[in-house]
């Protein structure tokens, strides 16, 4: 059974940091990649970042420069190490694997990233 549990969210102020974090089992971890997506209100989910197996990382332009993905292949996590957070950045996030060869994905239940101005 695949489990993708994210944790780590919450209210933070603007300009504060927050550190998610997704611990995956029942996959294969170092053969998928991983991603964290977000959803905010009113607003289609969007990929925020993404790590491959190797560690190679890709960032949407809102975040380059504030946020930081990084996985742990020991211990099957993926983080998203969020600073300088703003309003826009409030959102449901979602952790995501998807197999290197299949293509095959699961995800997280989400968690709540709450930024007030």
């Known amino acids: 059974q695949v489990q993708l549990v994210e944790s780590g969210g919450g209210l933070v102020q603007t300009g504060g940091s927050l550190r998610l974090s997704c611990a995956a089992s029942?996959?294969?971890?170092?053969?998928?990649?991983m991603a964290w997506y977000r959803q905010g209100p009113g607003k289609q989910r969007e990929l925020v970042a993404q790590i491959t197996g190797a560690g190679s990382t890709n960032y949407v332009d809102s975040v380059k420069g504030r946020f930081t993905i990084s996985r742990d292949n020991t211990k099957n996590t993926v983080a998203l190490q969020m600073n300088s957070l703003k309003p826009d950045d409030t959102a449901v996030y979602y952790c995501?694997?998807?197999?290197?060869?299949?293509?095959?994905?699961?995800w997280g239940q989400g968690t709540q990233v709450t930024v007030s101005s």
């Open positions: 029942g996959i294969i971890f170092r053969l998928n990649d």
């Open positions: 995501n694997s998807r197999h290197q060869w299949t293509g095959r994905n699961y």
